[in-house]
């Protein structure tokens, strides 16, 4: 008995009980771009907070914040931010940079796709064409930025040319890249994406593909036991010049991915 | 076909370089793992003892409960401990989420009951050679587990190696409830299917040629140190 108790002990005393240590939740989209491994190591530099990533979609990133599971967020999914700060989940939103989408497809462009010139008619080229197109479909901030263009060039994507996933950007990504299909991703997880295959990136640079990176603590008042103090310097940090330098010097394949916007 | 030579060659340099990330990844696959299997042998070697030498009423139903549990999903184990483990859960004041603990958690429930069938299956034919001279040695119920817990260990070492593989190779259950933090808890398999995501196979393919190995070097070596295959034991 004496043993089992004793395992019990042991688990327990395997909960880290550092006082720096702070989870962000972050989304997919983030993780893949590379930034983060530039980001913690400067940011634990500077404040001494040892940030530990969870990387999920926007929609399970919000879900772990409403349950207290991580001290604050980073996601990027304007409405579902401005929720979740109203419904008391989040202290406040704080708006620290931008990246872009892109539509990636097959090089030989069936549905036209690079000759669009607002976001919206590529879709529509998409759509008429029945080209086949791979959707996130988990409910993360790129299958809401991408069910909004959709609803904004007013077409419902049923069909068998589309194809929702249920999974995160790379794992999309290899799907289309396994159908030779159409499919919206951030810029930073396409240059960085290892199994290209046939496809190419197709259309980019419509302001309507801007992608707002949002800040939220969780709300300690809702939960006690999350680290505010951490998560504020966290924000402190993430909104000055030394986080805009890094930001905004961080490349790939010689293409600026993030643009620092946070207001001060 | 070339992702797999590729593969191969990258294992191979990430083993020679003893590069500081994957032996940090392979040591907690490790310390998750052995913890976990030490545990649920602890929990189910006895258990298997017991129902072996126990008649009741409900034996049948346990027995077979437990052979069909061998094939719980590890994706709704993860969910379970997870729900638990969450600050909004029953067992949230523990902060347990999102640490090797929980891993841990989760994987003695996924390998108990394999450990359990297996060894109650190796006992109960044991029980049947020993049944009559531990009856008649006047044994307590404690000292007849324990003779046929000794007697029988090379095959309860089978039914824990069994516990220990399932439990090395899984990768749905401790990706929820350990959310695959670098440096907190990342091991092994998830970050084989992390790098699959990024599309970087052969990164992908190098780590689980490296966790293959890893699980044929422990049980060898558990084989070796126990001497399961001496040439004078037929």
Redesign the interface.
């Given at each position: 008995m004496k043993?089992?108790v004793g395992?019990v002990l042991w688990?327990?005393s395997?909960?880290?009980l550092a006082a720096e240590e702070l989870?962000l939740a972050v989304t997919?989209s983030f993780a893949?771009s590379g930034l983060a491994e530039i980001l913690l190591p400067a940011i634990a530099e500077g404040t001494g907070i040892d940030v530990?990533?969870?990387?999920v979609g926007t929609g399970q990133a919000l879900k772990l914040g409403?349950?207290?599971?991580v001290d604050a967020v980073l996601v990027h999914s304007r409405a579902a931010e401005e929720e979740f700060v109203a419904s008391g989940f989040g202290t406040h939103r704080r708006e620290i940079m931008y990246n872009d989408f892109i539509i990636v497809g097959p090089t030989d462009d069936p549905a036209n796709v690079g000759l669009a010139t607002l976001a919206t008619e590529a879709f529509a080229h998409i759509a008429g064409a029945q080209a086949p197109f791979v959707s996130r479909g988990d409910d993360s901030g790129t299958h809401k930025k991408e069910l909004g263009l959709w609803k904004a060039a007013g077409i419902e994507p049923t069909g068998d040319w589309y194809r929702a996933v249920g999974q995160?950007?790379?794992?999309a990504?290899?799907t289309a890249?396994g159908m030779d299909a159409y499919i919206l991703a951030d810029r930073a997880s396409w240059l960085?994406?290892?199994?290209?295959g046939d496809l190419t990136q197709l259309f980019g640079g419509d302001p309507a593909l801007f992608n707002q990176y949002a800040y939220i603590p969780v709300n300690p008042a809702l939960?006690p036991?999350v680290k505010a103090v951490a998560a504020e310097r966290l924000e402190v940090w993430l909104t000055s010049d030394r986080a805009r330098a890094l930001i905004e010097g961080y490349t790939i394949e010689g293409q600026q991915l993030f643009v620092f916007n946070a207001e001060r | 076909m070339n992702d797999i030579l590729t593969g191969m060659a990258e294992a191979l340099r990430l083993i020679l370089t003893l590069d500081p990330t994957l032996i940090e990844i392979s040591l907690r696959s490790l310390e998750v793992t052995v913890s976990a299997t030490i545990?649920a042998s602890?929990i189910s070697l006895p258990l298997g003892a017991w129902l072996a030498i126990n008649r009741f009423r409900a034996r049948r139903f346990v027995i077979a409960f437990l052979n069909a549990l061998m094939g719980l999903p590890p994706v709704v184990v993860g969910l379970l401990v997870y729900v638990l483990l969450?600050?909004?859960?029953p067992l949230?004041v523990?902060?347990?989420?999102?640490?090797?603990?929980a891993m841990?958690?989760a994987q003695v429930i996924i390998i108990t009951p394999i450990i359990a069938s297996i060894s109650h299956q190796a006992i109960r034919e044991l029980w049947a050679d020993y049944h009559d001279l531990l009856i008649s040695l006047n044994t307590t119920r404690w000292q007849r587990i324990k003779a046929l817990l000794w007697d029988g260990r090379r095959a309860l070492l089978t039914a824990s190696l069994a516990g220990f593989g399932r439990a090395i190779g899984e990768v749905g259950a401790i990706m929820i409830v350990g959310?695959?933090?670098?440096?907190?808890t990342r091991v092994l398999t998830t970050a084989i299917a992390?790098e699959?995501?990024?599309?970087?196979?052969a990164l992908a393919l190098a780590l689980g040629f490296i966790l293959i190995a890893l699980a044929v070097v422990v049980n060898l070596a558990l084989h070796l140190l126990s001497k399961t295959e001496r040439s004078s034991l037929w």
């Open positions: 043993f089992y395992i688990l327990l395997a909960v880290p989870k997919t893949n530990q990533l969870l990387i409403e349950a207290g599971d995160g950007m790379g794992a990504l290899n890249s960085n994406f290892g199994n290209k939960h036991h | 545990i602890l969450s600050r909004s859960g949230g523990l902060g347990l989420l999102f640490t090797t603990s841990i958690i959310g695959n933090i670098d440096h907190a992390l699959t995501g990024k599309g970087n196979f």
